[in-house]
């Protein structure tokens, strides 16, 4: 088997390879980096089996290459990614009190030109960029979750419309507190509702109760993604409770660009193809998911989750645990369900939860991470 490419995504690591002695550079994936800022020095060397991606190059670099292949960015819209998205980069140009910048913001100018140019494009140009956005993307998060361990992975499933008044929120974001303070890496769909709770209760971690609930006294003047206000009171949290001791990580879609982003995960892997999104949330989050109540998404997700589980596709089955008695008995009676069809062995492997106890949750996925 022939070796992978060793991957340059920084300066630092760029400069390493163009001060090397050696006259040939093999076997390399330089991927968003700008070589014309040493320009003498990259054109010392002559470049064999190599990648470049969305780098900048210097004029006749190309004649130095054999066997490369070069992957440009391919508009003025979005580009190809090194390291996933952070709140500040999707939001960058945006006001406060004045919610209509974020159609000039970066967030919404992509949002707009993947709504002129179709959901489902037809642009042969345009649907290659988006597949090489959606590839680096996949590249980056592959690099961020490789410092985890992957039963620290926890993965919150919800729906968009949970209010922020709604006790159901609070909940979800006093769990995720309580969870990141146990050294779990919370993940969601990183959209508003109980995807946003999850990224807050993330941000508080190390927080005392007080704090936590002057958090959602600010959020609860705009309950809905829809009120005009709900970015700006997430903004100012974020600079009302500075952190950079914990991280959380949301995978948004521009499918989806209707509903804002967090700006409470501090990484974020946007996808333009929801399907590879939504498979990749079930596939990370090994170290268990927990279910809140939600509607069709999330009945969609618990079954996805429940196959892979029954095959053990990744090796073992990680816990799935439904938040909300009441809600998963009565209102949306998938437990009883769930449980028949394992008592009849239609699903093998599941292990499943129901509880309404923070502490016991906590308890039940730390239990599942000793395990290894």
Request: a negative charge; hydrophobic letters at 35%.
């Amino acid at each position: 088997m022939r070796e992978n490419y060793i991957s340059i995504k920084d300066d630092w690591e760029l400069a390493k390879v163009l001060h090397q002695s050696e006259k040939e550079i093999r076997r390399y994936a330089f991927q968003v980096v700008n070589l014309t800022a040493e320009t003498e020095l990259a054109l010392s060397h002559t470049y064999r089996d190599c990648l470049f991606i969305g780098c900048s190059l210097p004029k006749g670099f190309k004649r130095q290459g054999v066997d490369c292949l070069y992957f440009p960015n391919m508009g003025e819209t979005f580009h190809l990614r090194n390291h996933l998205y952070s709140p500040e980069e999707l939001y960058e140009g945006y006001q406060t009190g004045n919610p209509s910048s974020y159609d000039t913001c970066y967030d919404g100018r992509v949002y707009h030109h993947y709504l002129k140019m179709g959901k489902i494009a037809s642009n042969v140009k345009e649907t290659l960029a988006r597949s090489l956005h959606d590839h680096s993307i996949s590249d980056c998060l592959h690099d961020f979750l490789s410092h985890y361990p992957e039963r620290s992975l926890v993965g919150i499933m919800g729906g968009h419309s949970l209010k922020r008044t709604d006790k159901a929120y609070e909940q979800i974001v006093k769990l995720s507190k309580r969870l990141t303070e146990a050294d779990f890496l919370m993940i969601s769909g990183g959209g508003p509702g109980a995807m946003e709770a999850t990224h807050l209760g993330a941000w508080m971690a190390g927080r005392d109760e007080e704090e936590v609930e002057n958090a959602l006294d600010i959020l609860r003047q705009s309950p809905c993604y829809k009120d005009s206000g709900w970015l700006d009171h997430a903004m100012e949290v974020r600079e009302r409770y500075p952190q950079t001791d914990y991280n959380s990580l949301g995978i948004p879609t521009w499918l989806y660009g209707h509903e804002p982003a967090t700006p409470f995960a501090t990484h974020i892997a946007k996808y333009f193809d929801n399907s590879i999104r939504e498979d990749g949330i079930l596939t990370i989050a090994r170290g268990g998911i927990l279910f809140t109540p939600g509607s069709a998404g999330t009945l969609q997700e618990i079954f996805q989750e429940a196959v892979q589980n029954h095959y053990l596709s990744f090796g073992y089955a990680s816990p799935m645990v439904f938040l909300g008695s009441q809600f998963w008995t009565e209102e949306v009676p998938v437990w009883p369900f769930m449980q028949d069809l394992v008592k009849r062995e239609k699903y093998q492997n599941l292990i499943l939860a129901l509880s309404d106890s923070d502490k016991e949750i906590t308890e039940m996925l730390i239990d599942f991470r000793k395990e290894v």
